[in-house]
């Protein structure tokens, strides 16, 4: 039984949001926090690509001689692809930020583990 394209990416979309949640909830190292919090970040921009999948969609740039009827209905919905390009340059940021912030409190307690940290 083959399961489509687009079932996949949400099955494997979960997973990552699972995984990561799990990971940050449990997990007591801080760095293994940041890339648990960034599994999700990468399984909510796979769930919103998925959303805009379209089986034979075309891209999405209305070219001279298209009808605009046609264009309509094979293109790709654009919107999800904006919001993940957005979400990508933003987590990058929030990523670095939140590295430094941990290499910050290793130098000041001398440990990355989130519970000796949260003790002092």
Do not use: C, R
């Not at 979309?13 to 926090?33: E, H, P, Q, R, Y």
């Not at 999948?53 to 891209?59: A, H, M, R, S």
């Not at 910050?104 to 307690?109: D, G, Q, S």
């Amino acid at each position: 039984m083959m399961i489509s394209l687009q079932l996949a990416s949400l099955l494997t979309a979960g997973s990552l949001m699972v995984i990561g949640a799990v990971a940050v909830i449990f997990i007591d190292n801080l760095i293994k926090k940041v890339i648990a919090l960034s599994f999700i970040a990468d399984g909510v921009n796979l769930f919103l690509v998925t959303l805009g999948y379209k089986p034979g969609g075309i891209v999405y740039i209305y070219l001279p001689g298209m009808s605009g009827s046609w264009f309509a209905q094979n293109a790709a919905y654009p919107l999800p692809f904006a919001l993940v390009l957005t979400s990508i340059v933003i987590g990058a940021s929030t990523l670095a930020v939140m590295l430094g912030i941990i290499i910050v409190l290793y130098h000041k307690h001398g440990t990355i583990s989130a519970s000796k940290v949260l003790e002092e």
